[in-house]
């Protein structure tokens, strides 16, 4: 048992990491809410004054700020379905005895590990370009007119993007719970006469319930910032500029930083209200 001396001991060695990681994170949020109410042009003249809330204002008004709340959540949903639901199967796969089982399994999650911006400049030029792109070239084969993807089907070729790149995690997740699963609970089951949908449905999903909250969680966290995927492919057109590349733009078009800052202070309480939903309806899992 701890005694006093030693807990104190503990706290004395991680104060310093705490103090760190407080300051990692304390410090850049009340530079952002000092700017939000501020009226800097870095460019034109630097810190102009005290505005009070007229940057939340003027972002709030602008035409463009609830359609990249719409896209942000839409890209959020698309991601999460497409990875759970090939992620489960793409573990139940993985999870049979195979030739090269372990070629397969980095094969699998390599992209993971491919730089956002490398991958989607990967995908816009060498599959998804309508006169040079793989895609464009299957189409031709089998008679069919080339689509050019992040125009006509710009929402959809986000989410299919994004959803490669974060794939492998969720498969990696969710096997590493499906390989924790009893064995003879199965057999027993199977002998029992149930069949591969009911122990599926029965045994398996329940089991991998904790490990689709994590998933969902930390996805969530990131999917909610992502910027360097539509720089690269759309530039925000087409439907799908996010809260995230409408605060670059607003910042970029106006070279003010409190408006942007404003901006930063709305996906942070985006983000907030998502995460306190998802915890309160599938983080109570995590208890279970």
Do not use: C
């Not at 794939?167 to 199977?190: G, H, K, N, R």
């Not at 029992?192 to 969530?220: K, S, Y």
């Amino acid at each position: 048992m701890a005694t006093r001396h030693s807990r104190s001991a503990a706290r004395l060695m991680m104060a310093p990491a705490v103090v760190l990681l407080l300051g990692w994170m304390l410090v850049p949020l009340v530079m952002t809410l000092w700017f939000s109410f501020r009226k800097y042009l870095p460019l034109r003249g630097g810190d102009l004054g005290w505005v009070g809330f007229d940057n939340y204002a003027s972002f709030i008004r602008s035409s463009a700020f609830w359609p990249s709340v719409q896209v942000t959540l839409t890209l959020v949903v698309g991601v999460l379905a497409i990875t759970l639901v090939v992620g489960v199967l793409l573990a139940l796969l993985l999870d049979q005895p195979m030739w090269g089982q372990g070629i397969v399994r980095i094969l699998v999650i390599a992209p993971f590990f491919v730089m956002p911006t490398v991958s989607a400049l990967v995908w816009k030029n060498i599959m998804m370009d309508p006169n040079n792109g793989f895609l464009g070239h299957l189409w031709r084969a089998v008679g069919l007119q080339p689509i050019d993807w992040l125009s006509q089907a710009s929402m959809g070729s986000i989410i299919l993007i994004v959803s490669w790149e974060w794939l492998p995690f969720a498969t990696l997740i969710l096997l590493t719970a499906l390989q924790s699963l009893d064995s003879e609970q199965m057999e027993a089951a199977e002998m029992d006469g149930a069949g591969p949908l009911a122990r599926f449905g029965f045994i398996t999903l329940p089991h991998l319930g904790r490990a689709i909250t994590v998933v969902i969680l930390i996805q969530t966290i990131f999917l909610l910032s992502i910027f360097a995927e539509i720089f690269v492919t759309t530039g925000g057109a087409f439907g799908t500029r996010t809260l995230t590349y409408l605060i670059y733009q607003r910042v970029l078009e106006s070279q003010n930083v409190g408006l942007g800052s404003a901006g930063g202070v709305y996906a942070i309480i985006l983000a907030n209200i998502v995460a306190i939903f998802l915890m309160r309806i599938v983080g109570k899992n995590l208890d279970a």
